[in-house]
Structure formats: C-alpha cells, structure tokens
C-alpha cells in the first residue's frame, strides 16, 4: 500500500523568488519511483520532475529540482526563480511496478500562486 | 499532436441516464490508467489495463462502472445510473512499459443533475 500525503493546501511566493513545496510518502516497495505533477487551471497534468527511488541524485529539471530524503521519506519540489506561469496545483505521486502499486498514488496537492 | 485525447469534455447528465467516456491514449503506450479527481482533491485510481487486459479495480469502482479496451487501443468507461456522487473529472492516463510516469489526458468532467 502507498500513501502520499501534502500538508500545504496552498502557498504564494513572488516572482523571481525561490518555493519548496513539501510531500512525505510511505510504501512498501523497495523499488518505487515520485513524481511532482502540474495541474493549472482547467488545464491537464503535466509531469514535472521524477526520481528513481534507488537514486541517491536528486533530480533537477531546469528551475524544477526535488530534495529526496529516502530515510525520511520526504520529497520535497524547489522551485527557483518563480514564473507567473508556475502557478498551479502540484500534486506529488508514488508509483511502484509490483502488485497493486502499478498505478500512481497521488496526494491532495498544494495551490501554488506566483504573485507579480 | 500525439497526447492523450478524451472525449466529450464535458458531460451534463440527469440523475439515472447512463454515460460513456472515450480516451485514446498516446500511440504505441500499452498502458492505460483511469482516474477520478473531485474537486480540490488528487486523482484517484479507478482502474488499469495493460493492453487489452483489465488488470486492476480499485474498490471507488462499483458495479455501475464499467471499462474497457477493445484490441487494446482506445477505451471506454461507461458509468450506468448515474448518481450526484459521481460528479466530478475522470483522468485517463497511459505510460509505456518499462516506464513509471503516466501522461494525462485533459479529462472529462462530469455533472449529475
């Protein structure tokens, strides 16, 4: 069984300026992978960042890095040099390629909104 | 384009009328996922296939809903007897084999009036 859980229903930050959005996870997989996914308004998920939970690198994508804490089960999305096109719901997921873990758990998500 | 399509986006219904979603998935991925999203929540897991084969329900589908892939193409989920409790935006997603990450489709939203 996986649960991810997201315990900021919603945060700001200005433009330019550097968020961290915050997720914890439990699964008992030993091979797992997370991901940070993009929602924004009446519009569709889009993937945003992955990690490998056998990786110890953390990801980066561009403005868009993670700080994966496998121990602590954390996995936290950085987003640096905020854009007024990053405001969106994230929704941080696990996923697993064993048994009922096939499909991606999501979180509840966390509104973000870049103010000019 | 080449991206998850799902058809009709929006879909008004009165209570007890039966509907049908479509999703076509991303061409050569052989898995293809079904989510439910209401409002200010995460999507959550309907059902999966691999193929043509349904491999997976989750208990959120009762036995009013109902999947299914043909030739393990396009799919369908038909909601029969409608309830309010249904109202919300289906999510079908599909990831080729081998890889973990899914891409979504822009959904269909549904209304039980």
């Known amino acids: 069984a996986q649960t991810v859980t997201q315990s900021q229903p919603e945060m700001s930050v200005q433009e330019a300026e550097t968020v961290t959005l915050s997720c914890t996870y439990d699964?008992?997989?030993?091979?797992?992978?997370l991901f940070w996914y993009k929602q924004p308004p009446s519009r569709q998920m889009i993937l945003v960042i992955r990690?490998?939970?056998?990786?110890?690198q953390n990801a980066t994508e561009n403005r868009f890095s993670v700080n994966f804490q496998k121990a602590a089960k954390s996995f936290s999305l950085k987003i640096s040099d905020s854009q007024l096109g990053d405001t969106a719901m994230y929704f941080c997921?696990?996923?697993?390629?064993?048994?009922?873990?096939?499909?991606?758990?999501f979180g509840s998500g966390t509104q973000l909104t870049v103010l000019p | 384009d080449t991206g998850v399509s799902q058809n009709p986006r929006h879909k008004i219904t009165k209570r007890g009328q039966n509907v049908t979603f479509r999703c076509d998935p991303i061409?050569?991925?052989?898995?293809l996922y079904w989510y439910r999203q209401t409002l200010g929540q995460g999507p959550e897991f309907l059902t999966y296939?691999?193929?043509?084969?349904?491999?997976?329900k989750s208990r959120l589908l009762s036995d009013r809903f109902s999947a299914e892939r043909p030739k393990g193409s396009f799919s369908t989920l038909e909601i029969q007897r409608t309830e309010q409790g249904d109202s919300a935006m289906y999510l079908c997603?599909?990831?080729?084999?081998?890889?973990?990450?899914?891409?979504f489709g822009q959904g269909t939203r549904l209304t039980v009036v």
């Open positions: 699964t008992s997989e030993s091979n797992y992978y």
């Open positions: 997603a599909s990831s080729i084999g081998g890889k973990m990450e899914a891409f």
């Open positions: 997921a696990s996923g697993a390629f064993s048994g009922s873990a096939r499909q991606l758990t």
């Open positions: 296939f691999q193929n043509e084969a349904q491999l997976e």
């Open positions: 990690q490998e939970a056998y990786k110890q």
């Open positions: 061409s050569e991925h052989n898995r």
